[in-house]
């Protein structure tokens, strides 16, 4: 069974930065995919960003140039960095691993618990 454990949210400032993290564990081989998405409240969840095995990233227009998604291969987890935060920004984090190859098999996809973030003065 694949776990995603998500860390680093909280409470900030508009213009303060965060930075959240999500380590992957259960006899893991090798992951496709990670990314994080989001969810405010009423919205439906979005994609904030994503690393492929081979660190090519894609973000959503709305963080682009303040967010930068990294990912470290022989730890199995996965950091965006969020910078000059807006209100905007303020929803429930989830970490997401695509395509996961473990001792016990393969999973499809996992998703973290999430992880909360607020941006507000």
């Known amino acids: 069974q694949v776990q995603l454990v998500e860390s680093g949210g909280g409470l900030v400032q508009p213009g303060e930065s965060l930075r959240l993290s999500c380590a992957a564990s259960?006899?893991?081989?090798?992951?496709?995919?990670m990314g994080w998405y989001r969810q405010a409240p009423g919205k439906e969840r979005e994609l904030v960003a994503r690393i492929s095995s081979g660190s090519s990233t894609n973000y959503a227009d709305s963080v682009k140039g303040r967010f930068t998604i990294s990912r470290d291969n022989a730890k199995n987890t996965v950091y965006v960095e969020m910078n000059s935060l807006k209100p905007e920004d303020t929803a429930v984090y989830y970490c997401h691993a695509k395509g996961v190859v473990t001792a016990r098999g393969f999973s499809a996809e996992a998703w973290g618990q999430g992880t909360q973030v607020t941006v507000s003065l």
């Open positions: 259960g006899s893991i081989f090798s992951i496709d995919a």
